[in-house]
């Protein structure tokens, strides 16, 4: 059993370090990149596709395949609104929206949580915003 163990913590160990050198793009991961949502009128091209490139769509994560770990894809916006992402996005109820509750903590986020700092107040507050104004790909 305890043998098991250690080999699953290989493992694991093994795909964190692949998440943190292969990569679906070139940017860098981390709560110093700033990406600034407004008040309004977010755009999915400038606000919502950086945000979600940046913060969730990179290796280990939410790219595409072969470097995807998890069952969802976040690499454009048909892809939040798959099959393999049912309810992810719900246009104009961002509190129905799963995504929306997992950013705001109310949902877990499978074996990951995010650092302190990781997804600022601004951009949890543009993505509701987003999806509050129809999730519309603009």
């Known amino acids: 059993m305890r043998l098991k163990i250690y080999y699953i913590g290989i493992i ?3 795909l ?7 990569g679906c793009g070139t940017e860098s ?3 110093d990149t700033n990406i600034v949502f407004p008040d309004s ?6 606000n919502v596709e950086p ?5 969730c769509a990179y290796s280990g994560c939410h790219c595409d395949p072969p470097y995807n770990y998890s069952a969802s894809t976040m690499t454009n916006y048909f892809s939040l609104f798959s099959p393999d992402n049912l ?11 799963v995504l929306i509750q ?7 986020h499978s074996y990951y949580l995010f650092p302190q700092g990781y997804i600022t107040p601004n951009q949890i507050k543009g993505m ?10 603009n």
Request: glycine share 8%; no cysteine.
């Open 12 to 14: 694991f160990s093994f």
């Open 16 to 22: 964190f370090f692949i998440k943190l050198v292969v």
């Open 29 to 31: 991961i981390g709560p």
């Open 41 to 46: 009128l977010v755009s999915y091209i400038h």
């Open 51 to 55: 945000f979600m490139r940046i913060k």
């Open 87 to 97: 309810g992810l996005v719900i246009a104009d109820k961002p509190d129905n929206s």
């Open 102 to 108: 997992i950013l705001d903590g109310r949902l877990p």
């Open 128 to 137: 509701r915003k987003w999806i509050e104004e129809g999730a519309k790909n």
